[in-house]
Nanobody, 128 residues
Framework: QVQLVESGGGLVQAGDSLKLSCAAS????????MGWFRQAPGKEREFVAV????????YYPDSVKGRFTISRDNAKNTVYLQIDSLKPEDTAIYYC?????????????????????WGQGTQVTVSS
């Protein structure tokens, strides 16, 4: 059984930074990629970042590029999401996910269909 546990969320002011963590545990686990998604109240889940196992290639949608940075620590089985210059519209539950499908294109990991395992999420609330 694979478990993903997010942490690091909270209530922050606009302009602040946050670093979210996602710790993976369970059976021997080597996903092809790890992704972050978010879901705001009343909205669909939105992809925000992915990092591939091979080479550490990353990909972001234009909506967050330049403010979000995904990274990983393989020794700790942990993936991080650094969010800078937070905006009220970043308020959402942030989820990490593990992909068990290998795609040629990194952008293909923007689809939640690529992911087999999901964490429970961590709430990020940004006040103006």
């Amino acid at each position: 059984q694979v478990q993903l546990v997010e942490s690091g969320g909270g209530l922050v002011q606009a302009g602040d930074s946050l670093k979210l963590s996602c710790a993976a545990s369970g059976r021997t686990f080597s996903p092809y990629a790890m992704g972050w998604f978010r879901q705001a109240p009343g909205k669909e889940r939105e992809f925000v970042a992915v990092i591939r196992r091979s080479g550490g290639t990353t990909y972001y949608p234009d909506s967050v590029k330049g403010r979000f940075t995904i990274s990983r620590d393989n020794a700790k089985n942990t993936v991080y999401l650094q969010i800078d210059s937070l905006k009220p519209e970043d308020t959402a539950i942030y989820y990490c996910a593990a992909a068990t499908v290998q795609y040629y294109s990194t952008s293909a990991y923007s689809s939640d269909r690529a992911y087999a395992y999901w964490g429970q999420g961590t709430q990020v609330t940004v006040s103006s």
